[in-house]
């Protein structure tokens, strides 16, 4: 199936064809019909299965239909997501299938001076992106009125729950007109989510696509059984592989991430960390200096990570392995985009095997382990401290470090 069977406009073809896309991807398939027939709906998918352009392409189509004329726009629809990479990349979305389309759109969050948002808005526009903290700030200050929305998004709304933000969502209910159409999505749907989606939509139409199991399937997997205190060798042994042109590393907690920047930075090898602890223009800057690949390792707690899309992003390393193991499928997430071939890589310790056996139950497969690496796992009583280092092979047996990540093709998937 092609873009042109599912009766999109042609400015939007004439964008979406610039951008490189020419086979809608599942959700895209399902949702862009719907959304286009004016139907609430409830999307049960995550980032990075195209679930962007799923309701913003219907959306810039059905605000095309009837732009307004006035000399002062009216925000028409309003995208709420959780975190503030997320609501610029949306925005980016927006601008990019809606360039030859004449509506505006424009982003605000928190964390940044709130002026060059306020002058955006007050210069008028279509489509608003937020984040719930400085959504309803604006709002309270008079920069913001909803009065105008007829199509209303709630994006990631299991993180929205996750991330406490369930009162300011309730709170932009109360505002937002009860006339509207409302699409609802989120990665997973359990009862409090669905109880949410039901005080929302209005007979929504589910449509559902398998992110588990296509980013499961699409991204090679592999586990490194090691001790704790060999992590960061093993990280620097792993990036000697020139074939890893840029990495997303993930940890636990912010000062985890800032010490393994430290460590990487000392080898030369370029390093950020993007976490809740750093300026909002800090963590734009990490994110594009890694997207122009000037930044070799990004190191990321989840909150951060959440929603990163870099395109062609082929690694994703999780320093620690997480405790929920949805969290490893959205981290894993991160590359496999949109069909691209991606490789996770863990690196487990004595006391994370439990978390590895509850994501291979999760995602109904086992991940293969790589025996053959120069810190193997010998102390397998997590409570004793580990001596950095005390069963480090001599690296020549290794020489360079190709081996250390087994080839795609060798292994069975
Ligand atoms: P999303 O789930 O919206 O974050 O999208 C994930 C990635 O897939 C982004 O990098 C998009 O640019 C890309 N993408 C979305 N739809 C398509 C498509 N139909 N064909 C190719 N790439 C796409």
Same mark, same amino acid.
């Given at each position: ?246 990495? *997303? ?127 193997? *796992? ?36």
């Amino acid at each position: 199936m092609h873009f042109e069977s599912l009766n999109i406009i042609e400015p939007i073809l004439k964008s979406l064809k610039e951008e490189g896309y020419t086979i809608p991807t599942p959700i895209q398939v399902q949702a862009i019909p719907i959304v286009l027939q004016g139907t609430d709906l409830i999307g049960c998918a995550q980032t990075g299965t195209g679930k962007t352009a799923a309701f913003a392409v219907p959306i810039l189509q059905l605000l095309s239909r009837n732009k307004s004329f006035d000399r002062k726009k009216k925000i028409r629809s309003l995208i709420v997501t959780p975190t503030r990479e997320l609501a610029i990349q949306i925005e980016e979305s927006f601008k990019a299938y809606g360039r030859y389309t004449g509506l505006t759109c424009t982003v605000v969050f928190g964390g940044v001076n709130q002026n060059p948002q306020t002058r955006a808005l007050q210069n008028g526009v279509d489509i608003l992106v937020a984040t719930p903290g400085r959504l309803l700030d604006l709002m309270n200050q008079g920069f913001i009125s909803l009065k105008d929305i007829e199509i209303f998004v709630l994006d990631e709304a299991d993180r929205m729950l996750d991330m406490g933000f369930i009162h300011d969502v309730r709170r932009l209910l109360a505002v937002l007109p009860q006339k509207r159409q409302s699409l609802f999505f989120s990665a997973t749907m359990p009862p409090e989510i669905v109880k949410l989606a039901g005080s929302i939509v209005y007979k929504p139409v589910k449509v559902e696509v398998t992110p588990s199991a296509s980013t499961v399937d699409i991204v090679d997997q592999f586990v490194y059984f090691i001790d704790r205190g060999n992590k960061n060798s093993l990280l620097l042994e792993l990036l000697k592989d020139e074939k890893i042109k840029t990495a *997303l590393v993930f940890t636990r907690t912010k000062y985890g991430a800032d010490k393994v920047v430290r460590v990487l930075k000392k080898k030369n090898i370029t390093a950020e960390a993007i976490h809740g602890n750093k300026a909002q223009n800090a963590r734009q800057k990490a994110l594009s200096g890694f997207k122009a690949q000037t930044t070799r390792v990004l190191v990321a707690t989840d909150i951060a990570a959440r929603g990163i899309d870099v395109d062609d992003l082929e690694y994703v390393i999780n320093f620690e392995i997480p405790n929920i193991s949805e969290t490893y499928v959205h981290r894993i997430g991160r590359t496999g985009r949109a069909g691209a071939k991606g490789t996770a890589i863990s690196f487990c310790d004595a006391e994370e095997k439990e978390y590895l056996r509850d994501i291979e139950k999760l995602i109904t497969k086992k991940i293969k382990v790589v025996q053959d690496h120069p810190f193997p *796992l010998i102390d397998n009583n997590p409570v004793k401290p580990v001596k950095q280092q005390f069963n480090k092979r001599t690296p020549n047996r290794f020489g360079s470090s190709k081996n250390l990540i087994p080839d795609r093709r060798n292994h069975n998937r």
